[in-house]
């Protein structure tokens, strides 16, 4: 595979953050090797990519036109079906409250991937080498990547998006924590009798959450997270009865259930790296942080990662490897990424836990975002991006006081 001896930038990597990161390295003019052999043709998962991020991927080069099969967010819907002594109310979250016709888009991933594919084909700037890294030889001029066939290619700067058992975070020595959770996904996708509106309903139980994704026409996806055990049971089931059990899990909101296609299951964990940039490496998306798919947080973050690691690239361009642009990237991630891992981690421990305290406090939380309108807008903003709902109550507290 012909290649480079050295570029300015190596992206390790090529799921989604991988690839977005090289689009906009790329973009802000670095010379950036993508490495990684080509992300899964058969990921049955979807994502929901929130505005912001959309946003920022038009400035890529990826519009609305690039997700053809995606689906408009509009409403999302949180119901407690657990069967524990305090339950949580119904809260429910419309775009059009904040003034947004949509929270964002749901895209399959093999949609998101073959667009990113497609953009990172076309984008000067980008020289891709579908290998793995085998090895790494870090030192504080420079880093140098051994690929599978023995050829190496130096860079000034790494970004790790190699996944959650990320290679290139161990040869860093960067430490991260590790939970393997009680619970793992299964994935899948379903049509069904009655229209979503748009709507994504997140139905909390004792295992997880069991969450209905709107796709176009009357089909959604799903994401049930559930106990190892059983979701392997439900893996193996015949189509009737796997829709059977969905239906009854949904309440029949949606009326009667079809299965569309395979189905996988993701197994679950908590990881949480720090400090998330060290000797020459910079990680992003999964190799930085870990979480259950709660709230669909994770690719999110992931793109606010690229974002900052391009603007410390941009802030040293004689050297986006320097200590500096990686002190400056690690300072720039630590609130985000503390604060969503925590808040997801906290609210997926506390369905798990029967211990009342949690219970409590769980209820109390979306009872006041349920009762207090200010609180919902707020959630809601901060949901699709940080510091935007505060921004907001800010702006809107000074209007009221005609500041
Ligand atoms: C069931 C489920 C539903 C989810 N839903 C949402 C959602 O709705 N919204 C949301 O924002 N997030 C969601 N997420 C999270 C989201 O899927 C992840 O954040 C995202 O896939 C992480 O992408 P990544 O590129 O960091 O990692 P990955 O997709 O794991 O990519 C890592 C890449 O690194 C490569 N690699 C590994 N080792 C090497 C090496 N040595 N050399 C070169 N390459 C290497 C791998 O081949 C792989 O392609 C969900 C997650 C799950 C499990």
């Known amino acids: 595979m012909s290649h480079p001896a050295s570029t300015q930038i190596l992206v390790a990597g ?33 994502t929901a990519v929130m505005a912001p991020s959309l946003a920022y991927l038009s400035t890529l080069g990826l519009d609305d036109g690039s997700f053809a099969g995606a689906a408009p967010l509009r409403t999302m819907r949180i119901i407690d079906a657990t069967s524990r002594l305090v339950r949580s109310p119904t809260v429910t979250f419309h775009a059009a409250e904040i003034g947004e016709t949509r929270f964002g888009l749901n895209v399959p991933n093999v949609v998101l991937n073959a667009a990113l594919e497609q953009a990172v084909s076309e984008q000067a700037g980008v020289v891709r080498v579908e290998t793995t890294v085998t090895d790494w030889n870090l030192n504080s001029s420079y880093a140098q ?22 290679p290139a975070r161990e040869a860093a020595g960067i430490n991260a924590r590790r939970r393997e959770l009680p619970q793992a996904a299964l994935v899948l996708s379903f049509a069904h ?73 993701y197994p ?15 990680l992003a998306g999964e190799a930085a942080h870990v979480f259950p798919p709660i709230g669909a947080q994770g690719l999110n973050l992931g793109i606010r990662d690229v974002e900052d690691i391009a603007l410390a690239a941009q802030a040293h361009r004689d050297d986006p490897g320097a200590p500096a642009a ?16 925590g808040l997801v981690n906290l609210l997926n421990r506390s369905l798990l836990s029967s211990f009342l305290p949690a219970q409590i406090a769980r209820s109390a939380g979306l009872t006041a975002m349920r009762e207090i309108g200010p609180l919902r807008n707020l959630a809601m903003r901060e949901g699709l991006r940080p510091g935007s709902g505060f921004s907001s109550l800010f702006r809107s507290s000074r209007e009221q006081v005609g500041g």
């Open 145 to 166: 990547a051994v690929l599978e066939d023995g050829a190496t290619i130096r860079s000034r700067l790494v970004v790790a998006a190699d996944g959650r058992n990320s």
């Open 326 to 341: 990686l002190d400056a990237y690690a300072r720039s991630r630590l609130g985000d990424v503390t604060a969503r891992s």
């Open 193 to 265: 009798e009655r229209p979503h509106g748009g709507c994504s309903t997140e139905f909390h139980t004792e295992d997880g959450p069991f969450t209905q994704v709107p796709l176009p026409g009357d089909r959604s996806s799903l994401v049930w997270v559930t106990k190892p055990d059983n979701a392997r049971e439900l893996l193996a089931l015949g189509n009737e009865e796997l829709a059977l059990r969905i239906e009854e899990r949904m309440q029949s909101m949606l009326g009667k259930i079809a299965i569309e296609g395979g189905r996988q299951v």
């Open 14 to 46: 090529a799921g989604p953050v991988g690839m977005i990161a090289a689009l906009a390295l790329a973009r802000a003019g670095f010379v950036t090797a993508l490495v990684g052999p080509p992300a899964p043709k058969d990921d049955r998962r979807t």
């Open 268 to 282: 679950l964990a908590e990881i949480s790296a720090s400090p998330v940039a060290r000797a020459r490496v910079a």
